[in-house]
């Protein structure tokens, strides 16, 4: 919901700082294989009950998503980079919820199951209309330049980072905030459902 309102404070910094590691030689892969790492770190901070060092880590995550493109776009862009950078992201968004389960399974087990179907549904829609639009060579800068074309919702990049930074500094809470970002994600889900059927009409 936020996403396309930061970009414009979020991408000239990212942008000149990725500029700047472009041309010392940073490769974009890398920052993304690195971006992976950091949210593995992430998880297993979590699951011990490290959860400040977790938020650290989550923020370290987000920056080399950033970052990654900002190379890529300051260099060049590659279909494997772009295929990487939104694999990752998926498997980041897995991993703290799975980590909160692990950590404490009587309390979290079920609320952080709900939070995976919920971010299940809402990719299977985000990938799904992203093929869609590929297919019909629709595109859209609103969310950045990207290597995919897919539709902002309730629940974006921004609101997911919010909630997984409250779920990390307060973890007694994971429950509660697991349950209501899913019933969030849900209904971003059922939204995106509904605008796609509208854009695909044949």
């Known amino acids: 919901m936020f996403d396309t309102r930061l970009r414009p404070l979020i991408d000239p910094p990212l942008n000149a700082l990725g500029t700047r590691l472009a041309r010392a030689g940073v490769n974009a892969d890398a920052l993304t294989v690195t971006g992976l790492a950091t949210a593995l770190l992430a998880a297993l901070a979590i699951h011990f009950g490290l959860t400040f060092t977790a938020a650290g880590l989550v923020v370290a995550n987000r920056l080399l998503d950033g970052l990654d493109g900002a190379v890529a776009r300051a260099s060049r862009k590659t279909d494997r980079g772009?295929?990487?950078?939104?694999?990752?992201?998926?498997?980041?968004?897995?991993?703290?919820?799975?980590?909160?389960?692990?950590?404490?399974?009587q309390a979290n087990a079920l609320p952080a199951a709900a939070l995976l179907l919920s971010f299940y549904l809402n990719g299977a829609t985000f990938l799904g209309f992203a093929i869609m639009a590929e297919k019909r060579g629709l595109s859209t800068d609103a969310q950045g330049k990207k290597s995919l074309y897919y539709l902002g919702g309730l629940a974006e990049g921004a609101e997911t980072i919010a909630v997984f930074l409250a779920m990390c500094l307060l973890p007694d809470l994971f429950a509660a905030i697991a349950w209501a970002f899913a019933a969030i994600c849900l209904v971003s889900a059922?939204?995106?459902?509904a605008l796609v059927l509208q854009l695909l009409r044949d």
Request: net charge negative.
């Open 82 to 105: 772009g295929f990487l950078d939104i694999v990752f992201d998926f498997a980041f968004y897995g991993a703290v919820p799975f980590a909160f389960a692990t950590g404490d399974p």
């Open 190 to 193: 059922s939204a995106r459902v």
